[in-house]
């Protein structure tokens, strides 16, 4: 006798209870829309302002593996932080890392001119290196100010989140 949840003329591989919980339930979060997050920023023990430029983030997490994308741009009001240390920025909130992350980033001129970057983390948050392993600050990879409007840092990742 044909096990009546199994029966692939009327569409039935097996049944809702099974399908809802075992398949659609562990894939549903890699339908949702990732969540948007504005990361803070500051430079060493400074919080730091954007003023009318780009300061933005979004997360999406899927079973203990957070994936994010950063975005930052220089804007005409956007003012030097005062304390020259080098800038951090946050991870989404509550999504707390284990052990080590690194991805790729990189800083973008409004020419196009592009310097690749290296992402760190210290705690809760990101910092980027130059090739030349300096941390981005307000002097590094250049003075940052009216002349760096546009200028853009782009980042993306993934790690394990202990949420």
């Given at each position: 006798?044909?096990?009546?949840?199994?029966?692939?003329?009327?569409?039935?591989?097996?049944?809702?209870?099974?399908?809802?919980?075992?398949?659609?339930?562990?894939?549903?979060?890699?339908?949702?829309?990732?969540?948007?997050?504005?990361?803070?920023?500051?430079?060493?023990?400074?919080?730091?302002?954007?003023?009318?430029?780009?300061?933005?983030?979004?997360?999406?997490?899927?079973?203990?593996?957070?994936?994010?994308?950063?975005?930052?741009?220089?804007?005409?009001?956007?003012?030097?932080?005062?304390?020259?240390?080098?800038?951090?920025?946050?991870?989404?909130?509550?999504?707390?890392?284990?052990?080590?992350?690194?991805?790729?980033?990189?800083?973008?001129?409004?020419?196009g001119n592009q310097l690749p970057?290296?992402?760190?983390?210290?705690?809760?948050?990101?910092?980027?290196?130059?090739?030349?392993?300096?941390?981005?600050?307000?002097?590094?990879?250049?003075?940052?100010?009216?002349?760096?409007?546009?200028?853009?840092?782009?980042?993306?990742?993934?790690?394990?989140?202990?949420?």
């Open positions: 006798m044909p096990d009546p949840l199994v029966s692939p003329a009327a569409g039935f591989f097996v049944d809702k209870p099974f399908w809802d919980s075992q398949v659609y339930g562990q894939f549903a979060d890699l339908y949702a829309p990732w969540t948007a997050y504005t990361p803070a920023w500051r430079a060493g023990a400074v919080a730091a302002t954007i003023g009318n430029g780009t300061l933005a983030g979004k997360y999406k997490k899927i079973g203990k593996l957070l994936f994010w994308a950063f975005r930052f741009v220089w804007g005409s009001t956007t003012p030097v932080p005062t304390d020259a240390g080098i800038w951090f920025f946050g991870f989404p909130p509550g999504m707390p890392i284990v052990g080590d992350q690194a991805a790729p980033a990189r800083c973008t001129s409004p020419n970057l290296g992402v760190s983390q210290s705690g809760t948050d990101m910092w980027f290196t130059t090739p030349s392993d300096a941390g981005i600050s307000r002097t590094v990879p250049y003075t940052w100010g009216g002349s760096t409007v546009g200028r853009t840092i782009t980042a993306s990742g993934f790690y394990e989140t202990s949420a």
